[in-house]
């Protein structure tokens, strides 16, 4: 039965090592942003769809920077 | 009649047909064509008309050609690599963040850009070397989304977010699901072998996972209740930091001696519940901002003229570099940033915002222009008085309201209960002790300890947490954003309400037009139509908006004196719109009343025709606002504006309300200082920089706004314009909250009663109190939660009726 001490420590481990995730992911900011996230996944998809069309016909076009246009 | 693909609105007087597509203006066209050319037409698909239409202004934002301002604007600064920052307050939809995070399609030069939607920022990655952010800002512009840069952005220091509630609550809830996992097996108490071997590894284990919960989750109930008793006041925190050290010192002396388990498992839930709770009542509001001054109304830069030998040159300056004697140019629309003398140019100052007077005024050249006016009418030269902290607008924010702290000098509910609970519970847990004493010595300290952490307050310090956090988010559904639960239940309190005129009672956007004298006649109509349509004078432009613009001729002949009036010629047909003097020219008669009302008056070929009297237009529901808010409170109006619009407004307001004009900010400031001298608790509504020294000095301050994402003065509240009729139901509501939680104590006075029961006559067990303690937390919040819910339905069905 002392197998315990291991298991109570392997546990403990474990517990800990979800914690100190939990901690890090809020200190890194992951929460600050609960919103944004959720629909920018919803983009992925098309986005993929999107580039294969384009490489077809795709050209090489001028950057736009409108200070240079308007003078 | 069509509606823009891009931005949704009517497409009033011109329809632009674009790929089978219909547009209200070139700017929305532009921006279709932008996307479009660019494979970014999903933006359409994504939302519908998911678009603003883009206001650009020529040279607005020459400013971030000066480097040191750029650099202020910059987080990150590296050769080839800058990293921005950016406040964008139309963003609005899923399309708005598809376009911002996909900008790098339109210019390679943009890395990586990544939108935080509560927050309304877009932080792009670029290279300064092919993309200048002057180039950058200007390109989100055209598109709709252009940035708002202000003066705060310059003074801003990387202000930390406090984390520490939530690594508090992390902390408890580890350490609490833990230890009721370790205690498990002494619950049922089960005398086997195997457990009793190891029943002091699991208690030592448990003794561990409790350390940090009592030391660093419950260390600011610690430092509150000393805070509390070292200024001579029992608040809730006491018998918190009572019940959670006595808990833990009792439970470390059993485990050392081997009496029991101890409680642990209850102390850690105890912890837990709490920051629960503290959690719970802070609901922040990402996009708004309670503590801005008129730093973030302010703009960060304006043109300097510099003269070398007789040639002049223009140049960027930041606004706190300016001196005495700088010459500056204040272009149409911009803000005048410091208190100035006007040298050159007509100046036409729109000081709504910061004295509260309704209409622009026009100034001559040699007289004082302050700080914070708009400029309305071409450009203007100006030199530079007083630098920005000096000037007359932000001296205000010297007086000492805004750096004390008001919260203090509130006392709250809870805090009143506590003391009588304190007193009463250290009471019972005296006289238990001393009866035990002499039946069974050796219980007594147990039933000392038992009584305090029984009766440890958890519920009742939850209540007010839980109602209020509740109607925090019920308010904030209903488009009044409250700083922190405890405005609330001072708004409860509320026996005055101050208002301000202009922008708060009427609106910003509209104005009642009608015509007094000889009626014009179809000819004349359309002259006076042609000729408003070639001036930009504001009040032109809002008269022109509501004309008949059918028959628009081209003037022959068109004059326009800035600050006077407009003169237009059409077929010999002469005629002069504007201030009465220029019109009449011979003009005997000065009445007053014509001084002070706002109106533009017409001649035709030198024959007085009339005039058109510009009316505040109110906002809905002033007059219904006033009547039932005038059964519970006196109202007072505070205006900076002249006594024009008194007899109008004496009409709607109920008979013993106070009327006060021409009031200066520090005025409003004093009179509400005055009035809390004789015993008022004062809310106060007002919108602009002038009455931030009032909204500061009231108990509740509130701020009214068109648009929340836009500039409001600091305060304790913003509330949606569109929701003003709805003040009196937040008010009501405010004071049913405070009722909730009076039954909330109730109800937890009965839990701890019980608790008693059991502590008094010496049976609580681990047990006991680890069901009895989370079962009183939640009932509690699940009462308040129910409670609030349905008395925040009322307010629901009182907007959906009116």
Redesign the interface.
């Known amino acids: ?1 002392n197998i ?2 291991m298991l ?1 420590a392997i546990s ?1 481990i474990v ?1 800990l090592v979800f ?1 100190t995730v ?2 890090f992911s ?2 890194n ?1 992951q ?6 996230p959720s ?2 996944m ?2 992925e998809d ?2 993929v769809k ?1 580039k294969s ?2 490489q077809k016909n795709k050209s090489i ?1 001028k ?5 240079e246009q ?1 003078k | 009649m069509e509606n823009c693909f891009h931005c949704g609105d009517e497409c009033r007087t011109t329809v632009i047909e674009h790929h089978d597509k219909f547009f209200c203006c070139n700017g929305c066209k532009t921006v279709f064509d932008i996307l479009n050319d660019n494979d970014l037409s999903y933006y359409y698909d994504l939302e519908q008309t998911p678009g603003t239409t883009p206001f650009f202004q020529e040279g607005k934002f020459d400013f971030l050609e000066n480097e040191k301002i750029t650099g202020q604007l910059l987080e990150f600064n590296e050769q080839g690599t800058q990293v921005v920052s950016l406040l964008i307050p139309t963003i609005h939809c899923s399309s708005c963040i598809w376009v911002l995070e996909n900008l790098n399609k339109l210019n390679p030069a943009i890395k990586t850009s990544q939108v935080n939607f509560p927050k309304k920022t877009v932080r792009i990655t670029f290279s300064s070397e092919e993309l200048t952010l002057q180039n950058l800002v200007i390109l989100l512009s055209k598109l709709g989304y252009e940035p708002y840069i202000s003066l705060d952005d310059a003074t801003k220091k990387n202000s930390k977010v406090d984390r520490s509630l939530i690594y508090k609550l992390g902390v408890a809830g580890f350490a609490f699901g833990n230890i009721m996992f370790l205690s498990f097996p002494e619950y049922f108490e089960v005398n086997e072998f195997w457990l009793d071997k190891f029943k002091p590894v699991f208690r030592w284990l448990m003794f561990g996972f409790a350390l940090p919960v009592a030391f660093y989750s419950g260390r600011d109930y610690f430092v509150s209740a000393y805070k509390g008793l070292r200024s001579k006041i029992l608040n809730i925190d006491v018998p918190i930091a009572i019940g959670i050290s006595v808990l833990f010192i009792r439970s470390t002396i059993e485990i050392i001696f081997d009496l029991g388990t101890g409680f642990f498992d209850s102390m850690s839930g105890l912890v837990f519940f709490l920051l629960l709770g503290k959690f719970f009542q802070q609901k922040t509001y990402a996009f708004l901002s309670f503590e801005r001054d008129y730093k973030s109304y302010f703009p960060i830069a304006v043109t300097r003229l510099l003269k070398n030998n007789a040639s002049k040159t223009e140049e960027q300056a930041q606004v706190y570099e300016l001196k005495k004697g700088d010459r500056l140019l204040i272009r149409n629309a911009e803000l005048l940033p410091v208190d100035a003398i006007l040298i050159k140019g007509n100046a036409l100052i729109d000081y709504s915002f910061v004295t509260g007077e309704a209409e622009p005024i026009t100034k001559q050249s040699g007289e004082h222009l302050f700080a914070g006016g708009r400029q309305q009418a071409g450009s203007i030269e100006v030199e530079v008085l007083k630098p920005v902290e000096q000037s007359y607008l932000t001296q205000l924010w010297s007086n000492e309201i805004f750096n004390k702290n008001n919260q203090s000098s509130f006392q709250s509910l809870t805090d009143s209960i506590s003391r009588r609970f304190t007193l009463s519970l250290l009471l019972i847990a005296i006289i238990a002790t001393t009866v035990w004493l002499f039946i069974d010595v050796s219980i007594a300290l147990n039933v000392f300890t038992a009584v305090l952490i029984v009766a440890c307050p958890c519920a009742i310090a939850l209540a007010a947490p839980f109602t209020l956090g509740n109607l925090l988010r019920i308010f904030g559904r209903h488009k009044l954003y409250i700083k922190n639960s405890s405005v609330i239940e001072q708004m409860s309190h509320i026996n005055m309400v101050v208002f301000d005129k202009t922008g708060t009672l009427t609106t910003s956007t509209k104005n009642t037009i009608s015509y007094e004298g000889i009626t014009l006649t179809k000819e004349e109509e359309s002259l006076l139509t042609s000729t408003l349509r070639a001036s930009n004078h504001p009040l032109s432009r809002s008269l022109y908006a509501i004309l008949d613009k059918n028959n628009i001729q081209t003037l022959d002949d068109f004059k326009e004196d800035v600050g006077q009036g407009i003169t237009g010629v059409i077929n010999k047909q002469k005629i002069k719109v504007g201030s009465f003097n220029y019109v009449e020219k011979d003009a005997k008669i000065k009445n007053t009343q014509i001084q002070q009302r706002t109106a533009i008056h017409i001649s035709k070929d030198n024959e007085y025709k009339g005039c058109y009297v510009f009316y505040n237009e109110y906002r809905d529901g002033v007059k219904d606002v006033f009547n039932s808010l005038s059964k519970t409170v006196n109202i007072v109006i505070l205006s900076g504006d002249n006594e024009g619009e008194k007899e109008h407004l004496k009409t709607i307001l109920p008979k013993h309300a106070t009327l006060l004009f021409n009031q200066k900010p520090e005025d409003k400031l004093n009179y509400i200082k005055q009035q809390q001298q004789n015993g008022k608790t004062v809310l106060m509504i007002g919108d602009g920089l002038n009455d931030a020294g009032a909204l500061a000095q009231s108990n509740v301050g509130i701020s009214i706004s068109e648009n929340v994402n836009i500039f409001s003065p600091a305060c304790d509240g913003i509330l949606d314009a569109s929701k003003f009729k709805d003040i009196t139901s937040f008010l009501s509501l405010s004071r049913k909250g405070v009722t909730i939680i009076k039954y909330a104590f109730i109800f937890s006075l009965v839990y701890n009663l019980i608790g008693l029961g059991f502590a008094v006559t010496g049976h609580l067990k681990p047990v006991v109190a680890a069901i009895l303690m989370p079962l009183s937390s939640i009932s509690i919040v699940v009462f308040t939660t129910i409670a609030t819910y349905f008395t925040g339905k009322k307010l629901n069905h009182k907007s959906n009726v009116s």
């Open positions: 039965m315990i001490y109570l403990v517990a914690f939990f901690i809020v200190k900011g929460y600050d942003d609960m919103y944004t629909v920018r919803l983009f098309e986005l999107e069309d384009k076009k950057p736009i920077i409108f200070k308007l």
